[in-house]
T-cell receptor
């Protein structure tokens, strides 16, 4: 157990819908990262927050957005869902940013039908 | 942005043999290079990392080497065991983010 929690574990929804994925970082970690992992794909970096502020953006679609709240938990919002958005979404946390070990949560498996 | 290339994509070795996975990166400012292991259906977990001020780091059967001039780093697993079978990801930092390679699926056969 890494100390990072993610909910829900599984999510099944339909195209066009909107979902919210939630992540709680390890106690004391200020940075939260979101990744998308599709079949046969590596870990695609989406976005990073540090102490409530956006710090880095990767290959995140405009239909996706995220935020980090004062209690440091983070939410990833996915809207106008498409079949291709079906993937495993991981959240990770670290003490600071960039060059520190990232601890991954168990992931949320999203299936868009 | 930062590009991390990883090879091979699949690797099959016999138990007891060594396995080597290689990665290259493009951002000359990268100074942190972790390796993650992901077992089927589980989260990625850090197995070893190296920073740019050292050229090699070892932890029991696992070692990582870094060549900053050539911008490549490698993972070496010696005396492989069936439980080493997993997908391995290399990564390099770029600014505040970590960019991952596409992964190497390692199979260790008894």
């Amino acid at each position: 157990d890494s100390g990072v929690t993610q909910t829900p574990k599984h999510l099944i929804t339909a195209t066009g819908q909107r979902v919210t994925l939630r992540c709680s970082p390890r106690s004391g970690d200020l940075s939260v990262y979101w990744y998308q992992q599709s079949l046969d794909q590596g870990l695609q970096f989406l976005i990073q927050y540090y102490n409530g502020e956006e710090r880095a953006k990767g290959n995140i679609l405009e239909r996706f957005s995220a935020q980090q709240f004062p209690d440091l938990h983070s939410e990833l919002n996915l809207s106008s869902l498409e079949l291709g958005d079906s993937a495993l979404y991981f959240c990770a946390s670290s003490v600071e940013t960039g060059n520190n070990e990232q601890f991954f949560g168990p992931g949320t498996r999203l299936t868009v039908l | 942005g930062e590009n991390v290339e990883q090879h091979p994509s699949t690797l099959s070795v016999q138990e007891g043999d060594s396995a080597v996975i290689k990665c290259t990166y493009s951002d000359s400012a990268s100074n942190y290079f972790p390796w993650y292991k992901q077992e089927l259906g589980k989260r990625p977990q850090l197995i070893i990392d190296i920073r740019s001020n050292v050229g090699e780091k070892k932890d029991q059967r696992i070692a990582v080497t870094l060549n900053k001039t050539a911008k490549h780093f490698s993972l070496h697993i010696t005396e492989t065991q069936p439980e080493d079978s997993a997908v391995y990801f290399c990564a390099a930092n770029s600014g505040y983010a970590l960019n991952f390679g596409k992964g190497t699926s390692l199979l260790v056969t008894p």
